[in-house]
């Protein structure tokens, strides 16, 4: 039976679990704000963060981490599953439709949950109006039972436009207001603040469990481009870089969110020597490359058209589509 201080905790806390009631006596309230301020607000973040990283969390000593990650361990399997039952665990996976039918086949459904989504291009080729369709797109309802969610939009290059979103909640005759008030903005000036906003982020998944289901990020890799110059600080650029889509990651599954980001292009001066056909190439070099689960690669065509190219995907065959841009947003290409 549950005591009244184990309620004000758990309600203060956040945490609904009720496996996570027994960690909190292990714990106390001090010790859970100083989790919750690092961005970690569930039993299972605690178990995706190195005891290395705890401890750098201040106010924890390192038996403190050592207690807090033996309960936490005590709670959760870390053992194997079968593909049987990891199959059915993957039974939760939604897919966030693009708008455009096409789109959506090359991607299996749409931009999947649980999963990074990274799309690439030179500019004008459709990034950014790709994240503004889905940004009403998530919010409406789809197939296999998607019941449609929020959206949190983090914007790097200051080109997050509402009234784009107005026009393209008018081609699914949704109501406009309903539509950005469901969308949670916010503009990162550098690529330490963009880390902190996961922090925020993560925490915000936890406190509304469920409601959120799109996390995008536009772009990736602008302010890393721009704190970070030179090959002196190439290393420590792709370490940060590194650390942040591991995080993206471990939230994308803990919540089950879909992330979708939108990646620059550089050219290649070495490219021209190999007499390759396309010398420009995307930037965060194979740091970005691994982390993401599907890399889509977007190129201008005639006029509006633009197309779409699976560049690496665990379970999707290399293939293309074709698309358009619309006043309504990514639409499927007229004949």
Not at 89 to 94: A, G, I, L, T
Not at 275 to 294: C, E, N, V, W, Y
Not at 314 to 332: H, L, R, V
Request: proline residues 2%; hydrophobic residues 40%; glycine residues 8%.
């Amino acid at each position: 039976m549950k005591t009244a201080e184990d309620q004000v905790v758990e309600d203060e806390a956040g945490y609904q679990d009720d496996e996570v009631t027994s960690w909190l006596r292990l714990s106390n309230m001090a010790d859970l704000k100083k989790l919750k301020s690092a961005g970690i607000c569930t039993v299972k973040g605690i178990q995706m963060t190195t005891r290395r990283a705890l401890c750098n969390i201040k106010g924890l000593s390192e038996a403190k981490v050592d207690k807090i990650k033996e309960a936490a361990g005590k709670m959760l399997t870390n053992g194997f599953l079968t593909a049987f039952e990891y199959s059915a665990k993957r039974k939760k996976v939604f897919h966030v439709t693009t708008g455009s039918q096409e789109f959506d086949k090359l991607l299996g459904g749409g931009m999947e949950s649980m999963a990074i989504t990274e799309a690439f291009g030179e500019f004008r080729t459709g990034k950014t109006q790709l994240s503004h369709t889905l940004c009403v797109t998530a919010q409406l309802p789809g197939e296999d039972g998607y019941t449609g969610g929020k959206v949190i939009f983090i914007d790097t290059e200051n080109t997050f436009r509402p009234d784009r979103l107005k026009d393209i909640a008018d081609r699914f005759n949704v109501d406009h207001d309903a539509v950005l008030d469901n969308v949670l903005y916010a503009r990162a000036y550098t690529s330490e603040h963009q880390m902190e906003l996961l922090d925020f982020v993560a925490a915000k998944f936890h406190e509304e469990g469920g409601v959120f289901k799109l996390l995008i990020i536009d772009s990736i890799m602008a302010l890393f481009r721009v704190d970070f110059s030179g090959r002196g600080e190439l290393a420590e650029r792709q370490q940060k870089l590194a650390q942040m889509l591991s995080r993206l990651q471990k939230i994308s599954e803990e919540y089950n969110v879909a992330v979708f980001v939108t990646n620059q292009m550089t050219a290649d001066p070495g490219a021209g020597m190999s007499f390759q056909a396309d010398p420009k190439k995307p930037i965060g070099g194979h740091i970005l490359a691994h982390a993401s689960t599907t890399r889509i690669s977007l190129r201008k065509g005639r006029g509006e058209l633009r197309i779409a190219k699976i560049f690496d995907s665990p379970d999707m065959p290399e293939n293309e589509a074709t698309f358009a841009i619309t006043p309504g947003g990514i639409a499927d290409a007229k004949e």
